[in-house]
């Protein structure tokens, strides 16, 4: 055996494994937290990276993050596998449908007998070396305690005790995981899954995650899923009006927005993503926004340089377009 493919079989042992769900509306996204997985990554430090979509992520959009992860890593790669849902009637409220795509990890990856899970909403600010060698041992899960709003006297809520393990600080996120697919195989999991997505439970996917797995889940650092600038994950967690690529000026947690827009300015589709962030802000927050407000809104923009780049290439020229395009 050759050094090199001593050392090529030494990466592929070390690889870890990690996966994204997302359907068309957030395949720019994903290539962001993706984007800042890889240039986070150091030697040691290589991915599998799994993205479960579904069809409407079009070839085109597959081939950009693929290229996307050629440019970034020598070793990591990136596979797509379509999502075939066992759950498409399941009932997710206000919620993409796509939440519970991740319930479908044990199946899609069979051969898997852990993986990292993360949602598309974050930037990884570190590698996942240490978050990869903790020992999930006889557990499901390994996750984070989640301080969510606590939903108002909710029926589910009460059968299935959520509120007492909200309360004592044992009810997790569900955004970033590391999940025992080999001990949820075994126990037939998924069984209980099904049998729970007949509800409408105010957080689907998270809700079935906590009831089902309940006292076997290794609770682990926040710094892997927090709104804290130090952390090695950090979610944005929330609504749509409290996504960085989405957010409303008043935002109390703005601050952090910067770091997310760091990481998407150094991919290939920086630009559109910014001009959906005008449309955003025009069709959805500010309708009636004539365009010397939208130059005086700019102003507050708190990166110097994207609020340079929507006056120069945007505001003046071409905003009336993306008022009135879509
Ligand atoms: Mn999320």
New binding site residues.
């Given amino acids: 055996m050759t050094v090199t493919m001593a050392k090529k079989m030494e990466g592929n042992n070390s690889k870890i494994n990690v996966a994204f769900c997302f359907d068309e509306n957030l395949w720019m996204q994903a290539g962001v937290a993706i984007y800042s997985l890889l240039h986070n990554s150091n030697d040691k430090c290589n991915y599998n990276i799994y993205c479960l979509v579904t069809e409407r992520v079009l070839n085109e959009f597959r081939d950009v993050l693929k290229e996307l992860v050629n440019k970034n890593s020598q070793i990591s790669t990136i596979t797509f596998i379509n999502i075939t849902s066992d759950f498409d009637n399941v009932n997710t409220t206000s919620w993409s449908k796509g939440v519970v795509y991740r319930l479908l990890l044990y199946k899609l990856l069979p051969d898997l007998e852990k993986i990292v899970y993360c949602?598309?909403?974050?930037v990884f600010t570190s590698d996942l070396c240490e978050l990869n060698s903790i020992d999930v041992g006889n557990n499901y899960l390994a996750a984070t305690i989640d301080y969510c709003p606590i939903p108002y006297n909710n029926e589910l809520w009460r059968k299935y005790n959520l509120y007492e393990l909200r309360n004592q600080k044992r009810y997790v996120?569900?955004?970033v995981l590391v999940m025992n697919l080999k001990k949820i195989r075994e126990d037939e999991l998924y069984k209980k899954w099904f049998e729970l997505s007949k509800y409408s439970f105010p957080y689907p996917d998270q809700d079935m995650l906590n009831i089902s797995c309940r006292d076997k889940i290794k609770y682990i650092d926040e710094k892997y899923n927090s709104t804290e600038k130090e952390s090695v994950i950090i979610?944005?967690?929330?609504g749509e009006n409290g996504k960085p690529w989405n957010r409303y000026i008043s935002d109390a947690t703005l601050d952090l927005d910067y770091v997310w827009w760091q990481y998407a300015n150094a991919t290939p589709f920086y630009i559109t993503l910014l001009k959906k962030y005008i449309e955003y802000r025009i069709n959805y927050r500010t309708p009636r926004f004539s365009k010397w407000i939208v130059l005086l809104m700019c102003c507050f923009i708190p990166s110097k340089n994207r609020r340079k780049y929507i006056r120069s290439k945007y505001a003046y020229e071409k905003i009336d377009s993306f008022i009135f395009k879509s």
Avoid: E, L
Wanted: charged share 20%; hydrophobic share 25%.
């Fill in positions: 949602d598309v909403d974050v996120n569900s955004g979610h944005y967690a929330g």
